[in-house]
């Protein structure tokens, strides 16, 4: 997906974290680090707070920006990946690693640092606490074509999206109150164009193109300038369902928020969302609460690496 500051699939891509586990040995619990690292989540909560007051956009909680790991033994991992295309701003959670490792060196992994930020950001955006485990531990490859298998492509399908999330557990409302992540942030021109170029796609909302061109002007944009439009114009950095006002109003920008709006399976839940935030906030709570406990590795499988980009052997 292309939304550039909230999670939607920053949280799906954290099981890459843990390198998609075979096994799932049980040891999610809630306050995991309650003897071991009792400040973990404070730590992690008061460095969200800092990042989010220092950049004004949260990106490392963006659903382009929580996949880690640089490039293992010439395998391509998560964060070159082109759907993770945002997935740069890697150097917060490395904040957040260090802020731990001087008061707990060695104990709370990457895996759970991103979980717990993330759901402290979406505290920070206006969205509901969500109590999460943790416990995870953190894998020692990662691959992006393991990534792809799981994360679908804005331009995909909805009985792709669909099937997608399914596989981790995900029913329908999920899927749709999950996608409610692109209520914050911005969209790359990049990801927009073939719905402005050579011709307006007529689905859109005609009041809404007109801004959309003059964000992106070019039919092939620069892949490396800051061309974007914001995702919602109302409330561009708070999570809230006017994203599901918008996709109904034909103002959604990528292909897969038109047709969370339309399709004859997802379109009652849009509508629903649309009218209640707590609705949507539930089923948000619930959708993260599966996709955080989906195969984590645990236990004694994995490591905590010492640095969240490398794994220990390549420390």
Do not use: W
């Amino acid at each position: 997906m292309a939304s550039k500051d909230l999670f939607f699939l920053g949280l799906l891509s954290f099981s890459a974290l843990s390198a998609f586990a075979e096994y799932n040995e049980p040891g999610l619990v809630m306050n995991y680090y309650k003897d071991t690292c009792p400040q973990a989540e404070d730590i992690i909560r008061e460095q969200v707070k800092l990042l989010t007051n220092a950049t004004r956009t949260l990106h490392f909680l963006g659903s382009e920006t929580s996949s880690m790991t640089a490039l293992l033994r010439r395998v391509l991992s998560e964060k070159e990946t082109e759907r993770s295309f945002g997935m740069r701003n890697f150097r917060y959670l490395e904040t957040i690693k260090e802020a731990l490792e001087r008061e707990c060196p060695g104990v709370v992994s990457c895996a759970d640092i991103l979980v717990l930020s993330a759901r402290d950001g979406i505290v920070a955006l206006g969205g509901p606490h969500i109590l999460l485990k943790t416990g995870r531990r953190d894998g020692r490859k990662s691959r992006a074509d393991i990534l792809e298998q799981y994360l679908p492509d804005h331009n995909e399908s909805m009985s792709v999206v669909l099937e997608r999330f399914s596989n981790t557990g995900i029913d329908t409302p999920g899927v749709v109150a999950l996608l409610g992540a692109h209520s914050v942030g911005r969209t790359h021109c990049v990801k927009l164009v073939h719905r402005l170029y050579p011709d307006v796609d007529p689905e859109l909302n005609q009041d809404h193109v007109e801004h959309m061109l003059h964000k992106c002007p070019d039919a092939i944009p620069d892949p490396k300038a800051v061309q974007y439009v914001t995702n919602d114009r109302g409330t561009p950095m708070k999570l809230d369902n006017n994203y599901y006002r918008n996709i109904l109003a034909d103002k959604g920008l990528l292909i897969v928020d038109h047709q969370l709006a339309t399709d004859k399976r997802t379109k009652p839940y849009v509508k629903k969302m649309a009218k209640s935030q707590n609705y949507f906030f539930k089923e948000f709570s619930r959708a993260i609460t599966i996709l955080s406990e989906n195969n984590p590795l645990t236990g004694t499988k994995g490591e905590i690496r010492k640095q969240c980009n490398l794994a220990n052997k390549l420390h």
